[in-house]
């Protein structure tokens, strides 16, 4: 997600004249490395928290950053967001470790994430208190982050579930450049990217005439390093999960904008496809979000943020992962 790895950071050259997109483009570039989005809602709502003062630098050269134990109000004495969570295991007690980056771990101090929400509603559809969710998300991180932050702490949990919250840029590289003279987006394999060039590549790929179909971007993305990584990194947590027998489910984020003519589908499904390769369950939130409404609705507090979803999303998210995992049973199979 958006934040100050650095392995998502944009690389777009945009000389298109028309100067109102690059003013566009900069102005989501600013709100989304902020990792605030406390103000804007027009309902009066937003979150209470800061969330860009929490982190520290990481003595471990993958992560690169990390949470500060005890910080804001916001992250517990071990690390990581929400409540905590001794590491033994009391016998019987069932628990899902939820991995991912800001959009896993925003929402949490408010209550309101859909890890939190799957959690209660688990415990009280199954008559299981002993239910524990753990959430590890950390914004900025991307999938290879997130699966060596799980074999360095998160294991230790002995999980018998563990999440995987999926957005389009932990393992889509982005590099556009626009054609002066002609206004065309052009793809370049770049090892970096960041959210601000996606609502510009939707814009385009749905623009009368444009000059690439969605299934020719995503062929030349798959084929990126990015890809490559992320898809390395899955391969290595469906290892750990044969190692220590836990199941996995990858959830997949969609963009918020314009369901209507989506055009990052390919992405979806190509996702989907190698996660089950790996014998991972998939919950793709794309049609539990076109249930919602508009794309637009769900949008956190800056209304051009179109990465990270309020807290209606996060509810929606947490029901359908809820009901994703009543249905496996992997958790009602135990008893206490």
């Known amino acids: 997600m958006a934040g100050q790895s650095g392995k998502k950071r944009l690389l777009v050259n945009l000389t298109i004249s028309a100067g109102a997109i690059v003013v566009f483009l900069i102005g989501l570039n600013v709100v989304l490395h902020l990792g605030h989005f406390g103000e804007g809602r027009p309902d009066g709502g937003g979150d209470r928290f800061d969330y860009n003062s929490i982190y520290r630098e990481s003595a471990d050269p993958v992560l690169q950053r990390e949470l500060t134990p005890g910080a804001a109000g916001i992250v517990n004495s071990g690390g990581y967001v929400g409540k905590f ?6 016998p019987g007690t069932l628990r899902v470790v939820g991995l991912g980056d800001s959009i896993t771990m925003y929402q949490s101090a408010e209550g309101r994430n859909y890890l939190q929400v799957a959690e209660k509603k688990l415990r009280a559809a199954l008559g299981r208190p002993d239910i524990e969710f753990l959430n590890f998300g950390v914004g900025g991180y991307d999938t290879t ?10 294991q230790r949990y002995q999980p018998d579930v563990v999440t995987l919250g999926y957005c389009i ?52 993305a798959f084929q990126a390093e990015g890809w490559k990584r992320s898809m390395a990194a899955l391969a290595r947590l469906a290892e750990l999960s044969r190692q220590q027998h836990f199941h996995v489910v990858i959830v997949i984020f969609p963009v918020l904008f314009d369901f209507d003519h989506y055009v990052f589908l390919p992405f979806h499904e190509r996702l989907t496809e190698e996660a089950k390769k790996l014998g991972f369950e998939v919950l793709d939130l794309l049609p539990v979000f076109r249930a919602e409404g508009a794309a637009d609705t769900l949008r956190g507090d800056a209304a051009i943020d179109v990465i990270h979803p309020y807290a209606n999303g996060h509810h929606a998210a947490g029901e359908a992962l809820a009901a994703l995992l009543e249905k496996t049973g992997w958790l009602a199979a135990r008893k206490p």
């Open 85 to 90: 969570v001794p590491e033994p295991k009391p």
């Open 145 to 154: 982050q997130e699966v060596h932050q799980f074999e360095a702490r998160g």
């Open 169 to 220: 840029n932990d393992g889509v590289d982005f590099g556009a450049t626009v054609n002066a003279a002609t206004g065309k987006l052009q793809f370049a394999q770049s090892a970096m990217d960041n959210p601000p060039v996606i609502t510009f590549i939707q814009q385009h790929l749905t623009a009368q005439g444009a000059d690439m179909t969605p299934q020719q971007f995503f062929g030349a």
